[in-house]
């Protein structure tokens, strides 16, 4: 059996070596309604849905990341709440964590900048909805929870 400083001089990478991509995103309820963007047709998943948010870059917190991705794709301003969700998913070219937070849009109105195009739901739509494969074990929690998914009113 090769060890890894063998494997490492021969050019060939070990699981371990994978770098895991961390994605932050947002789970935003209004009327019972959560919001969903349509990725961009020339992006990987091209056209297929999402919860709105982005990769966090090395060094940065997720919920700032995700303020900034929210800022760029979407033009608007949000209080990131409490984290709802998280999923390890395993995609060959490079396996993501999905930490899905509770977000309020506190500033701006919503366009699609960053994003083809972006939707209100109730949970029973978002199961018909074409989604990336990390989306699935989310959408299924939105969908099957009686949890209350609506983010904590806003002190003050």
Do not use: N
Not at 59 to 78: Q, S, T
């Amino acid at each position: 059996m090769l060890s890894i400083g063998r494997r490492r001089r021969a050019g060939i990478a070990s699981k371990g070596e994978m770098k895991t991509v961390i994605v932050a995103a947002a789970l935003t309820v209004e009327e019972g309604k959560i919001l969903v963007t349509q990725r961009k047709k020339d992006s990987s998943w091209g056209l297929l849905w999402e919860f709105p948010g982005g990769k966090v870059e090395e060094g940065e917190d997720p919920r700032r990341a995700l303020r900034r991705e929210l800022k760029e794709e979407l033009d608007v301003e949000v209080d990131v709440g409490g984290l709802f969700d998280a999923v390890f998913h395993f995609y060959p070219a490079s396996p993501i964590l999905l930490l899905i937070y509770r977000c309020r849009i506190e500033k701006g109105a919503l366009k699609p900048v960053g994003c083809h195009a972006l939707r209100w739901v109730t949970p029973g739509e978002l199961g018909e909805l074409p989604m990336p494969p990390a989306d699935d074990p989310v959408r299924k929690h939105l969908e099957f929870s009686d949890r209350d998914v609506t983010p904590p009113a806003k002190p003050g």
